[in-house]
T-cell receptor
Framework: DTAVSQTPKYLVTQMGNDKSIKCEQNLGHDTMYWYKQDSKKFLKIMFSYNNKELIINETVPNRFSPKSPDKAHLNLHINSLELGDSAVYFC?????????????FGPGTRLTVT | AQSVTQLDSQVPVFEEAPVELRCNYSSSVSVYLFWYVQYPNQGLQLLLKYLSGSTLVKGINGFEAEFNKSQTSFHLRKPSVHISDTAEYFCAVSDIGNQFYFGTGTSLTVIP
């Protein structure tokens, strides 16, 4: 029943490690997103994919790489994790591209880098 | 690029009192406007949106917002809040450049 799901919900890891966060949506949407929410609740879009094609790629370190195997999945891979990467990462999807369409959010993945 | 300003980072209000959460955006070009709510330890969900037409928009849970183009504002209101409305509220703007911008959020705390 879950519209947008993310795994894992919590991720604790050490600096320098590589980790992935998975996202799946069962809404049949064409567009998926990754957001980062910092400790002050500030939300920033990182990436947006439309039908497996990257359409938004905000200024994020190239240690972050999104992968979209099909339009229902958008995974986030992070290399060489740093302390500043600690945040909550949200996946979202929408019917169309960025614009007038409501975005549906996943429950978030809390990443803690020690 | 757009900027979205939520003037109040924290708003405490007593139960059953009215509340207004303020949002201003930077550009007067055609925009779409949204309010999202984030309950503790959850993702965001849409409260309401303005795309076009009537400037007064009604959303879920008794919330409404008014689009004011001349003042580039989209303030959120509720006439009587409940404890369950305690959450973080985000204003968001999408422009014709297909960029999506969130405000910094307003933490609403409803006091019994």
């Amino acid at each position: 029943d879950t519209a947008v799901s993310q795994t894992p919900k919590y991720l604790v890891t050490q600096m320098g490690n590589d980790k992935s966060i998975k996202c799946e949506q069962n809404l049949g949407h064409d567009t998926m997103y990754w957001y980062k929410q910092d400790s002050k609740k500030f939300l920033k879009i990182m990436f947006s994919y439309n039908n497996k094609e990257l359409i938004i790629n905000e200024t994020v370190p190239n240690r972050f790489s999104p992968k979209s195997p099909d339009k229902a999945h958008l995974n986030l891979h992070i290399n060489s994790l740093e302390l500043g990467d600690s945040a909550v990462y949200f996946c979202a999807s929408s019917q169309g591209g960025v614009g007038a369409y409501e975005q549906y959010f996943g429950p978030g993945t809390r990443l803690t880098v020690t | 690029a757009q900027s979205v300003t939520q003037l109040d980072s924290q708003v405490p209000v007593f139960e059953e009192a009215p509340v207004e959460l303020r949002c201003n955006y930077s550009s007067s070009v055609s925009v779409y406007l949204f309010w999202y709510v984030q309950y503790p330890n959850q993702g965001l969900q849409l409260l309401l949106k303005y795309l076009s037409g009537s400037t007064l928009v009604k959303g879920i849970n008794g919330f409404e917002a008014e689009f004011n183009k001349s003042q580039t504002s989209f303030h959120l209101r509720k006439p009587s809040v409940h404890i369950s409305d305690t959450a973080e509220y985000f204003c968001a703007v999408s422009d014709i450049g297909n960029q999506f911008y969130f405000g910094t959020g307003t933490s609403l705390t409803v006091i019994p």
